[in-house]
């Protein structure tokens, strides 16, 4: 497995991660077997994964318990992202919302550390920004942490640029974390200049699309009600047919490559920076081996042009979230 620098701190990981959500739920009613989970995380440890990304909200907090059981044993050889920043009672914040006060964060990481069986996290991202605390005192937070030894790394998530540059200048931002793929390009605007520029890591979350890119979703896909998908605007019955002419113009790629759907998709963003490390996420090994094997997917010119074309060519119909999380991203 091709290893990749995030960031100009020194941290190296795998070209392509492993994001663990869908492990506690997210896209179905039902959570699969911790066993099975724990099964696919060592596997991709066997196939070169060094990167393993979680949250204390996913589950809440079984996601990085599944995480620290799974990598207990190959603790000194992979690279663990965790998450704070929503509110917890067991990190002295009324339950529900946002909250990256200093006193929780140092609650959080505690926590954090016990469930992944760890003395140290790699690296510790801001899960989303908090309004209602400076993002230098969050900053300040994590530098505290990073004396300790508690944190290796400081990340940022679905941040805007005015946000992490105050936060770069008190604590290095290691790598940012925001959706990027061919089904959402925004980060090309101003993400990723002021990224090259400060030399910060990028890792795309939802690289395939949340599944739409792996040529699986049809226009007669039904998402059930524990699925995240059933409630975004993008994957709603007539964005879902119209969003679909992507998919058709990237199969014409694949086709040509010998290459499924979806490692088109993650090759492209492997090709777009050498500091990129896309995170898809998946139950299935089989999966898994197929989105690994996108390291293996050379795209030329012509490739890249053809589906820059095509992913501008097709306007993308719906929102990626519903108005109330939309709220939560910084610009």
């Known amino acids: 497995m091709e290893h990749r620098a995030l960031g100009n701190n020194g941290l190296a990981v795998s070209a392509i991660g492993l994001g663990c959500m869908s492990l506690t739920g997210a896209y179905d009613t039902a959570s699969p077997d911790r066993a099975d989970s724990i099964a696919v995380i060592r596997r991709a440890v066997e196939l070169g994964v060094t990167f393993f990304d979680t949250a204390e909200v996913y589950g809440p907090f079984a996601n990085e318990d599944i995480v620290g059981e799974a990598l207990e044993p190959h603790r ?5 992202a965790t998450k704070f920043g929503f509110a917890f009672e067991e990190n002295g914040v009324p339950p529900g919302g946002l909250s990256s006060d200093p006193a929780s964060i140092r609650r ?3 926590g954090s550390l016990r469930r992944l069986r760890t003395d140290h996290i790699d690296l510790y991202y801001q899960h989303r920004v908090d309004p209602d605390v400076p993002i230098e005192d969050v900053a300040g937070a994590v530098k505290e942490l990073v004396a300790a030894g508690k944190v290796r790394h400081f990340g940022m998530s679905e941040a805007g640029v005015g946000t992490i540059r105050r936060a770069h200048a008190v604590q290095p931002v290691t790598a940012l974390q925001s959706e990027y793929s061919l089904f959402w390009r925004e980060p090309e605007d101003e993400i990723l200049p002021a990224l090259e520029e400060l030399g910060i890591g990028f890792v795309p979350f939802s690289p395939l699309g949340r599944g739409f890119l ?12 524990g699925d995240i998908r059933s409630s975004l605007p993008r994957f709603e ?8 002419a992507l998919v058709d113009l990237i199969t014409t790629v694949a086709a040509r490559k010998s290459a499924a759907v979806g490692q088109v ?7 777009q920076q050498p500091w990129i490390v896309p995170i898809p996420g998946t139950r299935r090994e089989e999966r898994l081996q197929e989105n690994l094997r996108a390291v293996d997917v050379t795209l ?3 490739d890249l042009a053809e589906l820059d074309s095509a992913s501008r060519e097709v306007k993308v119909v719906g929102d990626r979230y519903p108005e109330a999380m939309q709220q939560l991203i910084d610009r």
Do not use: C, K, P
Request: charged share 30%; aromatic share 6%; net charge negative.
């Open 108 to 110: 959080a990481v505690d």
């Open 265 to 271: 998709a993650l090759a492209w963003l492997l090709a």
């Open 237 to 244: 019955r007539e964005a879902l047919e119209a969003n679909l």
């Open 76 to 80: 000194d050889d992979v690279v663990i």
């Open 214 to 225: 792996t040529g699986q979703v049809t226009a007669a896909t039904r998402f059930g009600e």
């Open 300 to 302: 030329d010119d012509r």
